[in-house]
């Protein structure tokens, strides 16, 4: 068959069970935004995924006045193995919340945890908002994974349950004007699976850096020279995980 997936400008995320030449129903958000954002109509291409069977070209054979009918012809990718890299991060303002959530996603995060930390001021979640937000942005991105969303939870009660073999690293301010080779050194940084922790607008408190500092799994990482927003030190702290154990590794400086 020939290759249409050149045709396919629009990725869409689906939870049903995807196989070669089935009929799969397309219907509220989703068929609104096909027939009345981007103007799909029957015979037009597009692809559809989710992290269980990858990714097929489809063909809209019917529209009707509420619904769509896509048959899957052709499978472009198999799924794909996880970054097994989570984010805890304290809730900020709504907009750099959702930019959180959103460049955690493209920058391939298995796992969001929001955390309440003592100087977070932000405490309510919408999970549901959170989770169309990693769709979107995995659409986007063209990932086939969604990360997993867990629900709001205290600082001390995620460390009370935590699998030390996971790591967690964390921006400590204290080292911004120290010598990153030293603390890279003294740390053993490469683990095939972690975490990256970030705190609120005014960084984490005198009792909690104690605290994290007393915890062997906790691995204290330079971030730079200077003060990071919330959302910032999120891209920055994946994109230090990836260069030594994740997706830029193989392009890193040794």
Request: glycine share 4%; aromatic share 8%.
């Amino acid at each position: 068959m020939k290759d249409l997936s050149y045709k396919a400008k629009i990725r869409l995320y689906v939870k049903c069970n995807l196989q070669l030449h089935k009929e799969i129903k397309i219907e509220s958000k989703q068929f609104h935004y096909l027939t009345n954002v981007m103007r799909r109509k029957r015979d037009d291409i597009l692809s559809i995924f989710n992290e269980i069977d990858g990714e097929f070209i489809t063909q809209i054979i019917n529209i009707s006045k509420k619904n769509m009918i896509i048959k899957l012809l052709q499978k472009i990718k198999e799924p794909e193995k996880k970054n097994d890299i989570w984010v805890i991060f304290a809730p900020v303002k709504k907009n750099s919340t959702d930019l959180i959530v959103q460049k955690a996603t493209e920058l391939g995060a298995s796992c969001l945890i929001p955390v309440v930390t003592e100087r977070t001021i932000t405490r309510n979640i919408n999970l549901k908002r959170m989770e169309e937000i990693v769709i979107e942005a995995s659409e986007q991105c063209e990932r086939i994974t969604i990360p997993e969303i867990k629900p709001i939870q205290k600082l001390d009660d995620i460390f009370n349950f935590w699998d030390h073999s996971r790591k967690i690293f964390y921006g400590d301010e204290t080292l911004r004007n120290q010598k990153d080779k030293e603390v890279l050194k003294k740390s053993n940084l490469c683990h095939p699976s972690g975490a990256i922790l970030v705190g609120p607008e005014g960084g984490f408190s005198q009792n909690e850096t104690i605290f994290l500092k007393s915890k062997e799994f906790v691995i204290p990482i330079n971030l730079g020279p200077r003060i990071l927003r919330s959302d910032t030190a999120v891209m920055s702290g994946l994109v230090f995980w990836h260069l030594i154990n994740g997706d830029m590794k193989e392009y890193s400086l040794s």
